[in-house]
């Protein structure tokens, strides 16, 4: 079986030299586990169960987070623990004990981004260097599988009618009295674009996704208008926004008005 491998690359910013990589001018950069003011220890980024299993593989060097001011911490101050990061990509094997010990001390480290995506949100602003974990890639993955043929199946149980009000509610079409396929072929696009959003939709109230998808079509059709900071029925305001609205129409005691705006609708 493979061993899962960790990338770390180098953050690419414009110098002067527009020199990129191994032709970079830039030195490369040591780290190691710095002392945490807050808590007064080293970050490791080691937890206990990961000190339990490295013991059981017969690791003995001392990963105790505690830090003494008179004297040097017999790991974390030594050479060995010291992480060089190169102008290039470098790739840290998990199933070396130390290595992957580097792997836990670069991503409590704030010179190296955890991901890309963190990085480009602001999340790490000091980083040098972006880590890539094949195997938390593959989670994030499979989970995004798995949510998306949930969604899928999920989907095939719908009424035509439920199909038709996602649609509206998620995507903003009217597919009332199109064909079966043309509904599944949107629906599709929905489904695809935020299948997390489709399953938190389908765990709603259906009175109250019908009713959204209700104002939605009336506001297409102007049976109901937006009118500065509120939504009218005639000259009556009945929310400031579409949710508003939905829940003003889904109460029992607004029946009335409900099935008014819905003969309107029909009648167009």
Known sequence: ?????????????????????????????????LLDSNTMKYATGLTEEDIKALRKKGVNYDLSDNYDSENLHPFW??????????????????DNALEFIKVKVMKASKFVANSMAEYENGTWPDATHVIFDEAEQAQVLASKVET????????????PDRKVELILVMGGRNMKNQSADFVAVELDKVL??????????LKMDKKQIAAHALVLEALQKSVLRREGQRIFHMDSPLGIDEIEVAEYLAKEENQDIRLLVLQKINNL
Request: glycine share 2%; net charge positive; aromatic share 6%.
């Open 77 to 94: 101050d030594s050479s060995m623990a010291v992480i060089k990061l190169e102008n290039n990509t470098m790739f840290f094997d998990l």
């Open 1 to 33: 079986m493979a061993s899962i491998k960790v990338e770390v690359r180098p953050i690419e910013h414009k110098k002067w030299h527009d020199k990129t990589g191994q032709e970079s001018f830039t030195r490369p950069k040591k780290i190691q586990a």
């Open 148 to 159: 998306r043929n949930t969604a899928i199946i999920e989907a095939s149980k719908l009424s």
């Open 192 to 201: 695809n674009k935020n299948p997390e959003e489709f399953l938190r939709n």
